[in-house]
């Protein structure tokens, strides 16, 4: 919980509904995506209206980021030969 807690604290939910891929939140210009471990190591989400320059998760695992106009491309690294229960992703 303290690795996430910028994540949880003082946020709201969206702009994703959740589903089984997770679930995100928000604060100011700041979008937080909770990764269900049942993603795997790639996760595509619509695109969001405002441009997303970069991507880092919380927990230090390695993200990669590609956008498109219709589509937000997110890869994980595994880190010490597992990818982390329910990574979280800020924008």
């Known amino acids: 919980m303290k690795t996430n807690a910028e994540a949880v604290h003082g946020t709201r939910g969206g702009p994703y ?8 939140t928000c604060k100011g210009n700041s979008v ?3 990764i ?3 993603v795997g190591t ?15 998760s919380l927990d230090g695992h390695a993200l990669r980021l590609k956008t498109t106009k219709r ?3 997110l890869n ?3 880190k ?10 800020k924008r």
């Open 17 to 24: 509904r959740d589903g089984a891929w997770g679930g995100s």
């Open 32 to 34: 937080y995506l909770f």
């Open 36 to 38: 269900s471990d049942e």
């Open 42 to 56: 790639k996760l595509s989400l619509p695109a969001l209206p405002a441009k997303v320059l970069k991507a880092s």
């Open 71 to 73: 589509l937000l491309h």
């Open 76 to 78: 994980f690294q595994i």
């Open 80 to 89: 010490n030969g597992q990818k982390s229960h329910f990574s979280c992703v």
